[in-house]
């Protein structure tokens, strides 16, 4: 039973570029959720997604990042107009339906550097 | 709001050596869970252990296993056997799923415990 997949590993961008980030859950996991990790930092929650919902983007910032989690295909995670500080480590965890199974478990990351 | 507090930045063990790390946390729910993960310097995330706060008896896994005390809102890791592939940095985290209302399953990290085994 294939993880959480997460694509690309890295991922470089300029100043003003967009970034998008993808994220696969495992077979069975409706749920996604998206942690960023600054360095040197523990990881803080972005977005809870299911399928074709955003059920909680409280802490998403206000501008520039967008999620989205379609009915066919992978959870993406939109950073528009990049700076320097959202050069961090991002993670997607998938979990079971509510009520099933409560544990999150995380994909490989996407380690994103604006240069 | 709840929060997650690790006390300890930095621990050393010796290998074969029992060690055991801190959290504490702060919330006036009663009904959660709580978790460890560690992040290895592959730097994936990898659940260890995990603990639903109505269930009295401490989570074991293996060589990891908990001591949960509810009253206190304490919840240490102990890793008894100390291997070298222990090396990370260990993460305690609450949750209050949404089964029990109003909340949506996010995940409170602390800011962890990096963890080196030596040999």
């Known amino acids: 039973n294939a993880g959480v997949m997460q694509n690309p590993r890295h991922l470089v961008r300029r100043r003003g570029q967009e970034a998008r980030l993808r994220c696969s859950p495992m077979k069975g996991h409706s749920h996604v959720y998206w942690y960023r990790q600054l360095p040197e930092e523990g990881l803080k929650f972005m977005v809870y997604?299911?399928?074709?919902?955003?059920?909680?983007e409280s802490g998403m910032p206000k501008e520039r990042f967008s999620a989205e989690f379609p009915k066919e295909g992978p959870s993406i995670l939109r950073i528009q107009q990049v700076v320097r500080g959202d050069s961090a480590a991002y993670f997607c965890?998938?979990?079971?339906?509510?009520?099933?199974?409560?544990?999150?478990?995380f994909g490989p990351g996407t380690r994103l550097l604006v240069l | 709001a709840q929060t997650v507090t690790q006390s300890q930045p930095e621990m050393s063990v010796q290998e074969a050596e029992t060690v055991t790390l801190s959290c504490t946390y702060d919330t006036s729910e009663n009904n959660y869970y709580l978790f460890w993960y560690k992040q290895p310097p592959s730097r994936q995330m990898i659940l260890v252990i995990r603990?639903?706060?109505?269930?009295?008896q401490n989570a074991t896994e293996n060589r990891f296993s908990v001591n949960f005390q509810k009253a206190a809102k304490s919840f240490s890791l102990k890793i008894s056997d100390s291997q070298l592939g222990d090396t990370a940095m260990y993460f305690c985290?609450?949750?209050?799923?949404?089964?029990?209302?109003?909340?949506?399953?996010?995940?409170?990290f602390g800011t962890g415990t990096l963890l080196a085994v030596q040999p």
């Open positions: 985290a609450f949750m209050k799923p949404s089964i029990y209302g109003g909340a949506t399953n996010k995940l409170i």
């Open positions: 603990q639903e706060a109505y269930k009295q």
């Open positions: 965890a998938s979990s079971r339906p509510q009520g099933a199974e409560e544990t999150q478990y």
């Open positions: 997604l299911q399928k074709e919902n955003i059920i909680d």
